[in-house]
């Protein structure tokens, strides 16, 4: 699917009698019609932004970038991680830094305490899945490092956020400690810009410790909150399900905006027991966004992971009751700046575009 679009549908499958694990894709039904000669998915637009699209994005103009901030700290461990991310991964964010603008990354941590079924940055072997879609960044960097990153981009990019929590890295609240020292060192620099944490959410004193620091906004991942069947795809370590909830209400009473990173999947988001669930957890923890993330994964190895699915009311349904009992509820897909945490307008705002 492209950025910016919640798939509805599922594809219609058919496995061999011996086969692997599918690489960690969304995949999306696909239709053609001959009438209009073009193919279409089932989808539904989410987000507005359209600074996601790859026209956007040209090596030939991220390599500049690129040679001029190697060039200006030769020593920075995570630029030249963030080089590589860029120009061989072709990250967007990474691309962003080094075109100086929008959304930046700040991969800061090589552990994690879960052990999500489709991880993009790491596959035990054990796990017997499919091949993870990039290398995990195996190194902590150090403060002076994350503030040389983060400060020009702050003081100068349009749009400018910064983001802590990526696809090639662990959770970053793994290293809350020397992240908090660097949100605070980025602001005796700056006051510009936008400081968000994509995260498990796991730990809810480090979470506290984070918003004390300066954060702005967090972005809680989960694909349930159902425990069960949260447990099932992230298999926790050393935290439960509660811990992520209680860090929600920390973030809350700290001022933070706070999105869900939910990752949702046809047949399993979509059945009514979850849809009632979410309406309660977002009534009762205030949560300002739900982020549409459709989910990476094999959909046969999810579904023989998850409980039985039953009673579905479908994707575009749910999002309609929803947003009919919780107005204030904002949908997305991608981070925002501060400044347009909540735009004009956002409780009508739905639906989006041409679905």
Request: glycine share 4%; charged share 25%.
């Amino acid at each position: 699917m492209t950025p910016a679009y919640m798939r509805t549908w599922l594809p219609a499958v058919e496995y061999p009698a011996e086969r692997q694990t599918l690489p960690l894709w969304a995949y999306t039904a696909l239709a053609w019609c001959a009438e209009d000669e073009r193919f279409y998915v089932p989808a539904l637009q989410v987000d507005r932004s359209a600074q996601w699209q790859p026209e956007h994005f040209d090596d030939r103009e991220v390599a500049p970038g690129v040679d001029e901030l190697l060039e200006r700290y030769p020593d920075n461990r995570l630029l030249l991680q963030l080089s590589r991310c860029a120009l061989d991964y072709h990250c967007f964010a990474a691309k962003n830094l080094f075109l100086k603008r929008w959304e930046a990354p700040l991969p800061t941590s090589p552990t994690c305490n879960s052990n999500c079924l489709g991880c993009l940055s790491y596959q035990a072997a054990e796990n017997e899945c499919c091949p993870s879609s990039q290398e995990r960044i195996d190194f902590v960097p150090s403060i002076e490092e994350l503030v040389q990153t983060a400060v020009p981009h702050l003081q100068h990019a349009e749009n400018a956020i910064v983001s802590f929590g990526q696809g090639c890295e662990g959770d970053p609240i793994m290293q809350a400690d020397v992240i908090c020292a660097a949100i605070k060192a980025m602001r005796r620099e700056t006051t510009r810009g936008t400081i968000n944490f994509n995260s498990n959410a796991s730990l809810p004193h480090k979470v506290e410790a984070l918003a004390a620091a300066g954060l702005d906004s967090i972005r809680v991942s989960l694909n349930s909150v159902r425990e069960p069947v949260y447990n099932a795809y992230y298999r926790p370590h050393a935290y439960r399900f509660a811990d992520v909830l209680e860090s929600v209400r920390i973030a809350k009473e700290h001022g933070l905006f706070v999105m869900f990173n939910y990752l949702v999947f046809p047949g399993i988001t979509d059945q009514r027991e979850e849809m009632e669930k979410l309406i309660e957890v977002i009534e009762e923890y205030d949560v300002d966004m739900l982020q549409l993330r459709n989910l990476a994964i094999d959909p046969l190895m999810y579904l023989q992971a998850m409980p039985p699915a039953r009673d579905c009311v479908g994707m575009e349904q749910m999002l309609n009751e929803i947003k009919k009992r919780v107005p204030r509820i904002q949908y997305g897909y991608f981070n925002r700046t501060k400044e347009s945490f909540y735009p004009p307008g956002f409780e009508q705002d739905w639906p989006l575009g041409d679905n």
